[in-house]
Nanobody, 124 residues
Framework: VQLVESGGGLVQPGGSLTLSCAAS????????MAWFRQAPGKEREGVAG???????SYADSVKGRFTISRDNAESTLYLQMNSLKPEDTAMYYC???????????????????WGQGTQVTVSS
């Protein structure tokens, strides 16, 4: 299993970024996928998830601003982030877990497969 994130960077408050996670080595459409993030000194937290059936879930802090999507044909996960705030600054990780798993119900330590992360910094 390999998950490779990309798309992070430095953006001003109010700006947008799109993260991507390229997956390989497993049957992508049988896995639930999610984005987590971790800021310095804080615990890793769930941001958004999409299960193997396509149902999505979001952390309250990002609802209405972030959109998660998956392309099963390309084995790629996306996170469209709009109206970014300084508190969104963190390392963002892509995660995968077999079956129908909701990001909002299962903590980060339940998920088996992880990417290396991509840094998002929101600052003026």
């Amino acid at each position: 299993v390999q998950l490779v994130e990309s798309g992070g960077g430095l953006v001003q408050p109010g700006g947008s970024l799109t993260l991507s996670c390229a997956a390989s080595g497993f049957t992508y459409n049988r896995y639930s996928m999610a984005w987590f993030r971790q800021a310095p000194g804080k615990e890793r937290e769930g941001v958004a998830g999409v299960d193997s059936g396509g149902s999505t879930s979001y952390a309250d802090s990002v609802k209405g601003r972030f959109t998660i999507s998956r392309d099963n044909a390309e084995s790629t996960l996306y996170l469209q982030m709009n109206s970014l705030k300084p508190e969104d600054t963190a390392m963002y990780y892509c995660a995968a877990e077999y079956g129908s798993v909701s990001m909002s119900r299962y903590r980060w330590d339940y998920w088996d497969y992880w990417g290396q992360g991509t840094q998002v910094t929101v600052s003026s």
